[in-house]
């Protein structure tokens, strides 16, 4: 409707100014006498001149209803294109007055319009010749939207360093909104000359990579386990396509690793950067890793790699479930815990199995998962229900976390299962590994129930939280502290 008003006007107008011209013998007898010959005539060639100039306003009105008409945004939220560029509909405007002015020239004036085109094209020669960057860069400006290489809201790279959001494709340049705020304008010639990177198309989903560089000694599948697990747990990593990991090159220094990870949003690639490292050199910390380092500095005596024995008390010490273990405690865990290694795909624990022991992730990423109830459409809560149909994704484990210490402290049967995504390695800490230690200082038990309460309750509130149920009472912890009790008969 709103077009239609749009074009109503000068239809409206151009109708009324043809049958004035229609009637022109009908009026030139009955103005004639009245005003004369000389504004008789006048006046048809006002009507004639406006008839055409309200022929080319409806045209430009009718183009500009075509450049706007598919406004709006898709179904991906990024911001659809107009059915005709700008620049391709600013040109057509000018196109349509142009040709009113010499259509007015040549048939109402009935001037000759040939010495005139003559005369402006060595005019336009001239002007071009001075302005030759300038029109390179409009030509170029008409290609790319034309072509449509990249569209308003696409994410483009031009040149390292220089990237941002395309904002506006105008006569002359092209302007982006970089990530820090700032415009960033660049002719448009500049643009159709060059390569540049356009992260938004076919699709807004990309590939990104992240080199890293470790030591020789450091096995080859240990050094992409580590790097994986990083890229699993980063924030602003598409799932999938799968992120992975791949060698490089093998250089003196080092072996370069390049991990790859998929992402949908160019603004913040940099920040999915940031945290892909952050979790990398987290992970390569707790595996008593360096990156790295030039060879004539390496020369010089690095301390040893931690042992394994190190490796499991640092893992312990830092977990709050053992805070008030003392160092000789800490110490006589770490030596009789148990490593094991574990495919990607295989189930550390299953949930409703009976288990006496916990683990602690030292490489590797798990993710907890529930059975889901009869009744709950698991598709719906579950992040990759599809991968997983009937079964709850609870949440994700890296490098440093822990489970299972309910099956540990209180013997009963396991409450989830835990499935690793990458090949991990685990550390498992049984029932008579912990019961001499309880028994020494029957003390600790206290502390062990009340972090065992907390936890307990912050795994069932989010597994409520997800199947849409009201959030469980705190966890007694006194009644926890009953049960392990009896469990280590203390």
């Known amino acids: 409707?709103?077009?239609?008003?749009?074009?109503?006007?000068?239809?409206?107008?151009?109708?009324?100014?043809?049958?004035?011209?229609?009637?022109?013998?009908?009026?030139?007898?009955?103005?004639e006498p009245v005003v004369g010959r000389s504004l008789s005539t006048g006046f048809d060639i006002v009507v004639a001149s406006a008839a055409w100039l309200v022929a080319a306003w409806g045209g430009a009105r009718l183009i500009d209803l075509l450049a706007a008409g598919n406004g709006g945004t898709g179904l991906d939220g990024m911001p659809r294109p107009p059915r005709i560029p700008r620049l391709l509909a600013d040109l057509l405007r000018f196109f349509v007055y142009g040709v009113a002015v010499l259509a007015i020239l040549a048939f109402v004036l009935e001037q000759p319009v040939t010495g005139l085109l003559a005369t402006s094209g060595v005019a336009i020669a001239v002007l071009g010749f001075a302005l030759r960057n300038m029109i390179a860069?409009?030509?170029?400006?008409?290609?790319?939207?034309?072509?449509?290489?990249?569209?308003?809201?696409?994410?483009?790279?031009?040149?390292?360093?220089?990237?941002?959001?395309?904002?506006?494709?105008?006569?002359?340049?092209?302007?982006?909104?970089?990530?820090?705020?700032?415009?960033?304008?660049?002719?448009?010639?500049?643009?159709?000359?060059?390569?540049?990177?356009?992260?938004?198309?076919p699709n807004p989903a990309f590939r990104a990579t992240v080199p890293i560089l470790l030591d020789h000694e450091v096995p080859v599948e240990r050094g992409k386990r580590i790097l994986l697990s990083a890229?699993?747990?980063?924030?602003?990593?598409?799932?999938?396509?799968?992120?992975?990991?791949?060698?490089?090159?093998?250089?003196?220094?080092?072996?370069?690793?390049?991990?790859?990870?998929?992402?949908?949003?160019?603004?913040?690639?940099?920040?999915?950067?940031?945290?892909?490292?952050?979790?990398?050199?987290?992970?390569?910390?707790?595996?008593?890793?360096?990156?790295?380092?030039?060879?004539?500095?390496?020369?010089?005596?690095?301390?040893?790699?931690?042992?394994?024995?190190?490796?499991?008390?640092?893992?312990?010490?830092?977990l709050e479930l053992f805070d008030a273990f003392d160092d000789e405690e800490i110490g006589a865990l770490a030596q009789a815990m148990r490593e094991l290694y574990l495919p990607a795909g295989t189930a550390a624990v299953r949930q409703g199995e009976a288990g006496e022991s916990l683990f602690v992730i030292a490489e590797g990423v798990f993710d907890v998962q529930?059975?889901?109830?009869?009744?709950?459409?698991?598709?719906?809560?579950?992040?990759?229900?599809?991968?997983?149909?009937?079964?709850?994704?609870?949440?994700?484990?890296?490098?440093?976390?822990?489970?299972?210490?309910?099956?540990?402290?209180?013997?009963?049967?396991?409450?989830?299962?835990v499935v690793a995504c990458t090949d991990a390695v685990v550390y498992e800490l049984a029932r008579s590994h912990l019961d001499p230690v309880l028994r020494q200082r029957p003390?600790?038990?206290e502390r062990l129930a009340d972090l065992m309460a907390d936890r307990q309750t912050r795994n069932t509130a989010?597994?409520?939280?997800?199947?849409?149920?009201?959030?469980?009472?705190?966890?007694?912890?006194?009644?926890?502290?009953?049960?392990?009790?009896?469990?280590?008969?203390?």
Request: charged share 20%; hydrophobic share 45%.
């Open 1 to 31: 409707m709103n077009a239609l008003r749009r074009l109503s006007i000068p239809a409206l107008l151009l109708a009324l100014l043809a049958a004035l011209v229609a009637a022109k013998p009908w009026l030139h007898g009955h103005l």
């Open 137 to 201: 860069d409009i030509f170029a400006g008409i290609a790319l939207n034309i072509e449509h290489p990249y569209r308003i809201g696409d994410w483009l790279e031009l040149s390292p360093g220089v990237a941002g959001r395309v904002d506006e494709i105008n006569w002359r340049a092209t302007r982006l909104i970089a990530g820090d705020g700032t415009a960033v304008i660049v002719p448009n010639g500049m643009v159709a000359g060059s390569r540049f990177v356009n992260f938004s198309r």
């Open 231 to 318: 890229m699993l747990c980063a924030d602003g990593v598409l799932p999938t396509p799968r992120p992975d990991v791949i060698v490089e090159a093998v250089t003196p220094n080092g072996i370069s690793y390049q991990a790859r990870f998929w992402t949908d949003d160019g603004g913040r690639v940099s920040l999915v950067r940031d945290a892909v490292l952050t979790g990398a050199l987290a992970n390569l910390a707790r595996a008593g890793i360096e990156p790295a380092r030039p060879k004539q500095e390496a020369r010089r005596r690095q301390p040893a790699q931690p042992g394994t024995d190190t490796l499991r008390h640092s893992l312990l010490r830092q």
């Open 370 to 417: 529930a059975a889901a109830p009869a009744s709950t459409d698991a598709a719906s809560i579950n992040p990759n229900g599809d991968q997983h149909p009937g079964v709850i994704h609870l949440t994700r484990l890296r490098p440093g976390d822990l489970f299972g210490e309910m099956s540990l402290l209180t013997g009963q049967p396991r409450s989830a299962s």
């Open 443 to 445: 003390q600790l038990a």
């Open 462 to 490: 989010e597994r409520n939280r997800q199947q849409g149920v009201a959030p469980p009472p705190p966890v007694e912890s006194q009644a926890l502290l009953a049960r392990l009790r009896n469990f280590f008969k203390l």
